[in-house]
């Protein structure tokens, strides 16, 4: 039901999630040193991974992908705020805030199934080391991901078909970015029915996923447990990498989305805080994790600085 008839064109979306941040220019800083920093370490893992044969692997291909992840998650929001607190750029056109808003959502969920499939990667890898190769090949791998990037865009296109046909009685937006909660405090219409539209989807997709995670975790600490000592300790440091990606993704998550469902208050500071921690922690996280713990990448980027010593 309409709550206003006064509705306007809007050619532009004003951001005003950072007008009672204190000293915005060292918060936009920040943010652009952590952007610039997640850009260039996942882009490095991706170069690696793409120019070297024998990194062609099943695990270093979800490696990639989440590498493609991060960058469209980090690359949706965090240009918008940047131009808001170091330049001082406080509007955004209709369709960039749009597209942002379904690159920002859409990297939301595909990084839910991007830990998905690597815990799934790992509890194979594990349970059948033997037939590892046989199960999940690169071809295999790379269907499973373009399905998972297709069943993401199914349902993250929910979001702009509900948006699009609304009215929109004022144009400014109560959040640091353009997301769908924000662009729907703007239409002339009761937003309850759209958030608890969301709310479901939301719901259902982190806790299957975090549930197929956990159950993944559970049947590889039981096939840890048969193993001997030696083997043991590589397979927990196999899966501790992944156990550290998704602590930095669903813990943030998991606080703004489930416990303040629960009843636990928030204040708009902390709230937007933790929405911008689970934007860039696992954008930057991620890469040097993976870089750091994987031997094959951090091998190759130890060969890469030793050539350029060498040469200088």
């Not at 991706?46 to 291909?61: A, G, V």
């Not at 951090?298 to 200088?312: E, L, N, P, Y």
């Amino acid at each position: 039901m309409p709550l206003q008839n006064a509705s306007i064109k809007v050619t532009e979306f004003i951001i005003g999630g950072f007008d009672k941040t204190e000293k915005p220019f060292v918060v936009g800083v920040v943010i652009l040193i952590t952007y610039v920093l997640a850009i260039l370490a996942n882009m490095m893992n991706i170069l690696f991974i793409i120019y070297d044969k024998r990194l062609h692997k099943p695990m270093y291909l979800l490696i990639c992908n989440l590498a493609v992840v991060d960058l469209l998650y980090t690359s949706s929001t965090s240009p918008t705020m940047i131009g808001v607190l170091v330049a001082g750029v406080t509007t955004i056109s209709y369709v960039p805030c749009f597209i942002g808003m379904f690159a920002f959502h859409l990297g939301g969920v595909m990084e839910m199934f991007a830990l998905s499939i690597m815990a799934f990667d790992r509890l194979i890898a594990i349970s059948c080391p033997f037939m590892y190769h046989s199960y999940l090949t690169n071809v295999r791998t790379l269907v499973l991901t373009y399905i998972l990037w297709i069943v993401a865009c199914g349902f993250v296109s929910i979001l702009p078909a509900t948006l699009l046909p609304l009215p929109h009685c004022h144009s400014t937006l109560k959040h640091n970015f353009c997301e769908y909660a924000a662009i729907i405090r703007t239409t002339c219409v009761d937003p309850t029915p759209y958030f608890n539209l969301v709310t479901v989807i939301v719901f259902f997709l982190l806790f299957f996923t975090f549930t197929f995670i956990c159950l993944s975790y559970i049947l590889i600490i039981f096939f840890v447990k048969l193993s001997s000592d030696s083997n043991k300790r590589k397979m927990g440091s196999t899966c501790l990498s992944h156990l550290v990606v998704v602590t930095c993704y669903y813990g943030p998550l998991f606080i703004i989305v489930v416990l303040t469902r629960m009843g636990v208050v928030l204040t708009l500071e902390a709230r937007h805080g933790l929405r911008i921690g689970a934007i860039l922690g696992p954008s930057i996280v991620n890469p040097f994790v993976y870089c750091l713990r994987t031997k094959e990448i951090r091998c190759k980027i130890f060969r890469i600085f030793k050539t350029v010593a060498t040469s200088q």
